[in-house]
């Protein structure tokens, strides 16, 4: 038989929260597979991710019992969904049985860690793969429930292959190739669509590992490029990447096509959240992604390419990220002085601290800087307990800025963008406090209060008319 397209179909949490959800799925994936080869990747139902979470830090506080009651959250949850999804009672009897295992399975680890009283990143990684490793069986039963062959696979039991860095680990990309590439071909052969775990793999000692949050996304790429994928396809609650926040922006619209790089800087920067290293794998072989909505599948969603057919406007997309603060840190002694630089990154990096953006006056004389307002406070104590006094002498706090970016590689080497941008935005009278542009020139962002997000965002969007963009 002839099939048209290789793909595999990547669902995030909210696509598979409900019962009716995963059914519709099912049935989609069905008919997709008479024409297509199918590999399907899930995310775990939405918020067991963060359960798990919680559940370590239950454990981290010694307290079990609340530990337990997440865990009998994850439990119900997972026990209700199979018994509403799944229509036939053999099929159904199956499936509880077999989450019952994965259940007897986390609850002793959970058991384990208590114990131990201790979260290392191995049990981490172990207890929080749980999610997907339910899912997967969730989505596999609702597919044979229709009479066609399907399994679940872990990250592990597909083959994906990481070093040890848990919690952030990284394909072996050779041996992961050689594995997928064997185990989807025999099930290809054997007409079995494989519902795959993403967010996890395993090291070379059978240890499970994970990618970090949003992960799924990179398993999606890294399977799709092992197994040399015509396309990719993400699908999740949204229709594309659009041009503006549509909370904000009443005429905002999905974007057809972007770039890679256009693409890359749109996951950091927009509300769709993509993980970061989604797009590596994709680079090298140009395997095209769709980001798309499982609940609007006539939508076809936004085309992400190497070269998109045609890149006619100069900017993309105005994204904003709220609820940032700002810290101006000044001193003399900042000025000519190497290493300055180093050392404030350095004292923020060792307290875990994000950096979101960074400019220096040409005076050297300050350096500003935005972190999330979540962990200002961290950031402003480890820079007054380390550096204040000695190469640093006043420290200057904004909470409650936002980001405003324009994306677009248009921008590139194309005068009079800045001037427009400035233009629109001091006509609607709102004061910027820094400014940033890559080299690249893909990416203008500036910082505004919070409360100015909506008149810069619209007063962008306006002037470069991109309600007009398809
Ligand atoms: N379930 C994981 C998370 O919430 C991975 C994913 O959703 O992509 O981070
Ligand atoms: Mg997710």
Redesign the pocket.
């Known amino acids: 038989m002839y099939f048209e397209l290789k793909l595999v179909i990547k669902y995030?949490?909210t696509s598979i929260s409900t019962s009716k959800d995963i059914q519709a799925i099912a049935k989609y994936i069905n008919q997709l597979s008479k024409k297509d080869q199918i590999v399907v990747v899930c995310?775990?139902v939405s918020g067991?991710?963060?359960d798990l979470i919680e559940i370590s830090e239950s454990i981290k506080k010694e307290n079990k019992s609340k530990a337990e009651q997440l865990a009998s959250k994850i439990i119900n949850r997972h026990k209700q969904l199979a018994k509403q999804t799944v229509k036939k009672l053999n099929l159904q009897k199956k499936i509880v049985t077999k989450l019952d295992q994965d259940f007897s399975e986390l609850l002793a680890l959970i058991d384990g860690m208590v114990l131990l009283g201790e979260v290392t990143p191995r049990s981490m990684d172990y207890l929080?793969s749980f999610?997907?490793r339910l899912s997967i069986k969730l989505v596999s039963s609702a597919i044979n429930d229709l009479g066609k062959k399907s399994i679940p696979l872990t990250g592990k039991e597909v083959g994906i292959v990481t070093d040890s860095k848990f919690g952030e680990s990284k394909p072996l990309i050779d041996t992961t190739r050689l594995r997928i590439s064997k185990t989807i071909d025999s099930l290809f052969s054997k007409k079995t669509i494989p519902i795959v775990g993403?967010?996890s793999g395993a090291d070379q000692h059978g240890h499970i590992t994970t990618f970090g949050?949003?992960?799924?996304?990179y398993s999606a790429t890294i399977i799709g490029s092992c197994i040399k994928a015509d396309e990719i396809w993400l699908m999740s609650d949204v229709n594309g990447l659009m041009t503006a926040d549509p909370k904000i922006v009443k005429n905002a619209k999905v974007l057809k096509e972007v770039s890679y790089i256009e693409a890359i800087e749109m996951a950091l920067f927009g509300a769709k959240q993509i993980?970061p290293r989604t797009f590596e794998p994709l680079l090298s072989k140009k395997i095209p992604m769709r980001i798309r909505s499982s609940f609007n599948t006539i939508n076809e969603g936004t085309l992400v390419t190497a070269s998109p057919a045609s890149i006619k406007n100069t900017v993309k997309c105005v994204s904003n990220v709220q609820n940032n603060g700002l810290i101006d840190v000044q001193g003399g002694s900042m000025v000519g002085m190497p290493g300055t630089a180093a050392k404030i990154f350095e004292t923020l990096a060792k307290a875990g601290i994000n950096v979101m953006m960074i400019s220096q006056n040409p005076s050297e004389s300050s350096i500003t800087i935005v972190v999330k307002n979540d962990d200002l406070d961290k950031a402003v104590s480890a820079l007054e307990m380390e550096l204040l006094g000695k190469i640093i002498k006043k420290l200057d706090v904004t909470t409650d800025v936002a980001i405003i970016a324009l994306i677009g590689s248009g921008m590139r080497g194309t005068v009079g963008v800045a001037s427009k941008v400035f233009g629109a935005i001091e006509k609607n009278k709102v004061n910027v406090s820094m400014i940033t542009q890559g080299s690249s020139e893909l990416n203008l962002a500036f910082v505004v209060k919070n409360s100015d997000t909506n008149a810069a965002v619209r007063a962008l969007h306006d002037a470069f008319a991109l309600e007009k963009i398809n």
């Open positions: 995030g949490g995310s775990a067991t991710t963060d929080i999610g997907e993403g967010f949050r949003g992960g799924s996304d993980h």
